[in-house]
Nanobody, 112 residues
Framework: VQLQASGGGSVQAGGSLKLSCKVIGMNFSIYGMDWYRQAPGKEREMVATIAVRGTQNYADSVKGRFTISRDNARRTAYLQMNSLKPEDTAFYFC???????WGQGTLVTVSS
């Protein structure tokens, strides 16, 4: 199983990025998907989740700014991040729910 995360980068506060996570080697459509993030010196935290049928949940810190989505045909989960803040700086990881698989992480850096 491979989880290919991409889309990270450096942006100024107020900017946007869209992360992608392509899942290879497992039946993507039967798993809910999560995005987590981990900032230096902090614990990993859940950012957003999307269920198999599309129900979404968000951490309070990103509600109204981030949108999680999925494309089962492309076996890819997405995280659209708008109005980015410096406190959003972290490595972002994708994770199929109920599995032990984690993507390699993609770095998002937001400067003020």
């Amino acid at each position: 199983v491979q989880l290919q995360a991409s889309g990270g980068g450096s942006v100024q506060a107020g900017g946007s990025l869209k992360l992608s996570c392509k899942v290879i080697g497992m039946n993507f459509s039967i798993y809910g998907m999560d995005w987590y993030r981990q900032a230096p010196g902090k614990e990993r935290e859940m950012v957003a989740t999307i269920a198999v049928r599309g129900t979404q949940n968000y951490a309070d810190s990103v509600k109204g700014r981030f949108t999680i989505s999925r494309d089962n045909a492309r076996r890819t989960a997405y995280l659209q991040m708008n109005s980015l803040k410096p406190e959003d700086t972290a490595f972002y990881f994708c994770h199929p729910q109920t599995t032990a698989y984690w993507g390699q992480g993609t770095l998002v850096t937001v400067s003020s």
